[in-house]
């Protein structure tokens, strides 16, 4: 059984950001992001697209919890594709 991600819209999405964000810079830094992210979406493939939000998500956290260097990640298939982390 192949089980499929749950419907959600970039409202969704915003908002749940904009619960996490702690700070208002924060808040505002990952409503300028989706946006971007949003803006770029049909130039990206889909798992260029998680990936990017993903990284938004990585951006909430404390600067000791971040992840190192995103240089490892397999390719997409996308050329070109560039990255928010």
Request: glycine fraction near 4%; aromatic fraction near 6%; proline fraction near 7%.
């Amino acid at each position: 059984m192949t089980l499929t991600l749950p419907k959600w819209t970039w409202d969704y999405l915003e908002t749940v950001f904009e619960d996490l964000a702690q700070t208002p810079a924060e808040k505002a830094a990952v409503l300028h992001l989706v946006s971007v992210t949003r803006e770029m979406s049909p130039y990206l493939s889909k798992l260029d697209l998680l990936r990017e939000i993903i990284c938004i998500g990585l951006v909430l956290l404390p600067e000791h919890d971040r992840p190192p260097s995103a240089a490892h990640l397999r390719s997409s298939r996308t050329a070109g594709s560039g990255g928010t982390c």
